[in-house]
């Protein structure tokens, strides 16, 4: 069993920063591929950034990449978001997910093959 707690989300202005936290408790936490997803209001959950247990390969939205960077650190039982240049459209819900799936699959997985977290929630106003 793992259980995942998110934190670090908050309100922020249009082209903040902000640098969520995932702590996993689970015995083998580097044996997961992890990923953080989100859900705006009225909208589906979508995947964001997905890292490898070593953490040496990431995935990434398109809409995120080169503004969102997931790393981890295994020694913590911990892997964080670090969301720069934060937009509008960046408001959401963010979700933390343990997963037994590989790091590129972390994006199509479905619902069932992965632990969450409760999500914190991110506001960027305009």
């Known amino acids: 069993q793992v259980q995942l707690v998110e934190s670090g989300g908050g309100l922020v202005q249009t082209g903040g920063s902000l640098r969520l936290t995932c702590a996993a408790s689970?015995?083998?936490?580097?044996?997961?591929?992890m990923g953080w997803f989100r859900q705006a209001p009225g909208k589906e959950r979508e995947f964001v950034a997905a890292?490898?247990?070593?953490?040496?390969?990431?995935y990434y939205a398109d809409s995120v990449k080169g503004r969102f960077t997931i790393s981890r650190d295994n020694g913590k039982n911990a892997v964080y978001l670090q969301m720069n240049s934060l937009k509008p459209e960046d408001t959401a819900v963010y979700y933390c997910?343990?997963?037994?799936?590989?790091?590129?699959?972390?994006?199509?997985?479905?619902?069932?093959?992965?632990?969450w977290g409760k999500g914190t929630l991110v506001t960027v106003s305009s």
């Open positions: 890292c490898s247990w070593s953490g040496e390969s990431t």
């Open positions: 689970a015995r083998s936490f580097s044996s997961y591929a």
């Open positions: 997910a343990a997963t037994g799936v590989p790091g590129y699959k972390v994006a199509t997985m479905s619902h069932d093959q992965a632990y």
